[in-house]
């Protein structure tokens, strides 16, 4: 693990470097950057993980459905943040391969899939964004996480009540965004009462 850390550390480095040489950033920002960048790269490594999954599990098209809908959501809606980087890979890599062995092997009915649907647009409405220790918000950019987790939300929603074969994918990455986002919530709970 701490080789795969300082492995990261040195392309963040290398790569902020490179920012700050060819752009108009200045030195000043190169902590900003640099947190950028690595988490970048750390969300660069899942998805590529991702991929290589659905590829091993002949779901291409499926995962990538998944992917793209959950990244969407997710990027706004907020949720669970794991400690450190190796929890997070792992956890994001467990789940997403939970995910794609339920598409294949279970055929949810359309009223689970619209009552998990409906229950997801109620949590993104509610607790949206789910903030943690990494992110915190202005009021403002509250209302715009939540608009924009609204939108995007509401687009998966019409797609999958449009294109059936669609609903049946778009349900596992509804499942996936309500576990992270289910996550996120008990966390932020559990600190708000353990500082109390």
Same mark, same amino acid.
């Given at each position: 693990?701490?080789?795969?850390?300082?492995?990261?550390?040195?392309?963040?480095?290398?790569?902020?470097?490179?920012?700050?040489?060819?752009?108009?950033?200045?030195?000043?920002?190169?902590?900003?950057?640099?947190?950028?960048?690595?988490?970048?790269?750390?969300?660069?490594?899942?998805?590529?993980?991702?991929?290589?999954?659905?590829?091993?599990?002949?779901?291409?098209?499926?995962?990538?459905?998944? &992917? #793209?809908? $959950?990244?969407? !959501?997710?990027?706004?809606?907020?949720?669970?943040?794991?400690?450190? *980087?190796?929890?997070? =890979? %792992?956890?994001?890599?467990?789940?997403?391969?939970?995910?794609?062995?339920?598409?294949?092997?279970?055929?949810?009915?359309?009223?689970?899939?619209?009552?998990?649907?409906?229950?997801?647009?109620?949590?993104?409405?509610?607790?949206?964004?789910?903030?943690?220790?990494?992110?915190?918000?202005?009021?403002?950019?509250?209302?715009?996480?939540?608009?924009?987790?609204?939108?995007?939300?509401?687009?998966? &929603? #019409?797609? $999958?009540?449009? !294109?059936?074969?669609?609903?049946?994918?778009?349900?596992?990455?509804? *499942?996936?965004?309500? =576990? %992270?986002?289910?996550?996120?919530?008990?966390?932020?709970?559990?600190?708000?009462?353990?500082?109390?």
């Amino acid at each position: 693990m701490k080789r795969t850390t300082k492995e990261i550390d040195k392309m963040t480095n290398m790569l902020t470097n490179f920012i700050i040489q060819h752009s108009d950033a200045k030195r000043e920002d190169a902590d900003i950057i640099a947190f950028g960048v690595k988490y970048g790269l750390i969300t660069l490594a899942e998805i590529l993980g991702m991929v290589v999954i659905s590829f091993l599990m002949r779901e291409f098209i499926p995962g990538a459905v998944i &992917l #793209i809908a $959950f990244i969407s !959501i997710r990027v706004y809606a907020g949720g669970y943040h794991a400690k450190t *980087l190796l929890r997070c =890979v %792992v956890m994001s890599t467990i789940l997403f391969t939970l995910i794609i062995l339920g598409y294949k092997m279970l055929y949810l009915p359309i009223i689970v899939k619209g009552l998990i649907a409906l229950f997801l647009g109620v949590l993104i409405l509610i607790f949206s964004p789910v903030e943690n220790d990494n992110r915190r918000l202005s009021k403002n950019e509250k209302k715009v996480f939540k608009n924009r987790a609204l939108l995007f939300y509401s687009i998966s &929603l #019409i797609i $999958f009540m449009l !294109i059936k074969k669609l609903s049946n994918i778009l349900v596992w990455a509804y *499942l996936m965004i309500l =576990v %992270v986002l289910i996550g996120g919530i008990v966390k932020e709970r559990m600190k708000m009462t353990s500082e109390r």
